[in-house]
T-cell receptor
Framework: KQEVTQIPAALSVPEGENLVLNCSFTDSAIYNLQWFRQDPGKGLTSLLLIQSSQREQTSGRLNASLDKSSGRSTLYIAASQPGDSATYLCAVRNYGGSQGNLIFGKGTKLSVKP | EAQVTQNPRYLITVTGKKLTVTCSQNMNHEYMSWYRQDPGLGLRQIYYSMNVEVTDKGDVPEGYKVSRKEKRNFPLILESPSPNQTSLYFC????????????FGNGTRLTVT
C-alpha cells in the first residue's frame, strides 16, 4: 500500500532564505506527483505536477524534482517571502487506482518570518 | 472565473439529520471527487465520478452517498450523520486524464453533535 511521508512536519525560516521541502513515497509505480499549497481556511491550490517520466518542473520561484526510483521528491522555494507561509502537501497518483485517487502526505507547515 | 464552489462553508448539525453538501464546477470537467481532511490522517478520498452517471467508492465511502446527474454538480449526501463524520470536506475536479491537475473547492467544515 502506497504511503507518502513529508518531513519535517513544520518549518520556520527567516525571509529571503532558500528552502527545500521533502516528500517520500514507498511505491514507485506512479503516474505523477503533485505539490499543493493549503492556506488556513482555504482549499488546496495545485503548484506543480511532475509526470513519472519527468525529472523536474519549475514555476516562478518554485522548483519540484522527482526521483521515482528512490521514491523521493523535493520542492525548492527560492528567496522565501512571508506570503509563502502555508501548509505544503505532496500527493502521488498510483498505477491501477482511480484517476483522481491521490495519496496525500500529511504536509509541511511553513512559516516565513519577516 | 474558473472555480469549484462548495456550499455551505460551515455546517453544524445533529446526529441522524440528513444533509447535503453541494459542489459545482464551471470548467466542464469530467472528473469530480470528494475528500475529507482530518488531523493526523491527512486527506482521504470518499467518492469519485469519472463522468455523468458514473460514480465509484474511494477509500472511506461508508456513511456517504453521491450522485452525478449533471456534469457540473456532484453533491455529497450524509443520510444519517454521526459524530465521526465531523471533518473538513473538499470537492475537487479535473479534466479527464491521469496527468491532469486537480482543482479544489474551499472546503466545508462539518460538525455533527
Amino acid at each position: 500500500k502506497q504511503e507518502v511521508t513529508q518531513i519535517p512536519a513544520a518549518l520556520s525560516v527567516p525571509e529571503g532564505e532558500n528552502l527545500v521541502l521533502n516528500c517520500s513515497f514507498t511505491d514507485s509505480a506512479i503516474y505523477n506527483l503533485q505539490w499543493f499549497r493549503q492556506d488556513p481556511g482555504k482549499g488546496l491550490t495545485s503548484l506543480l505536477l511532475i509526470q513519472s517520466s519527468q525529472r523536474e518542473q519549475t514555476s516562478g520561484r518554485l522548483n519540484a524534482s522527482l526521483d521515482k526510483s528512490s521514491g523521493r521528491s523535493t520542492l525548492y522555494i527560492a528567496a522565501s517571502q512571508p506570503g509563502d507561509s502555508a501548509t505544503y502537501l505532496c500527493a502521488v497518483r498510483n498505477y491501477g487506482g482511480s484517476q483522481g485517487n491521490l495519496i496525500f502526505g500529511k504536509g509541511t507547515k511553513l512559516s516565513v518570518k519577516p | 472565473e474558473a472555480q469549484v464552489t462548495q456550499n455551505p462553508r460551515y455546517l453544524i448539525t445533529v446526529t441522524g439529520k440528513k444533509l447535503t453538501v453541494t459542489c459545482s464546477q464551471n470548467m466542464n470537467h469530467e472528473y469530480m471527487s470528494w475528500y475529507r481532511q482530518d488531523p493526523g490522517l491527512g486527506l482521504r478520498q470518499i467518492y469519485y465520478s469519472m463522468n455523468v452517471e458514473v460514480t465509484d467508492k474511494g477509500d472511506v465511502p461508508e456513511g456517504y452517498k453521491v450522485s452525478r446527474k449533471e456534469k457540473r454538480n456532484f453533491p455529497l449526501i450524509l443520510e444519517s450523520p454521526s459524530p465521526n463524520q465531523t471533518s473538513l470536506y473538499f470537492c475537487a475536479s479535473s479534466i479527464q486524464g491521469v496527468n491532469s491537475p486537480l482543482h479544489f473547492g474551499n472546503g466545508t467544515r462539518l460538525t455533527v453533535t
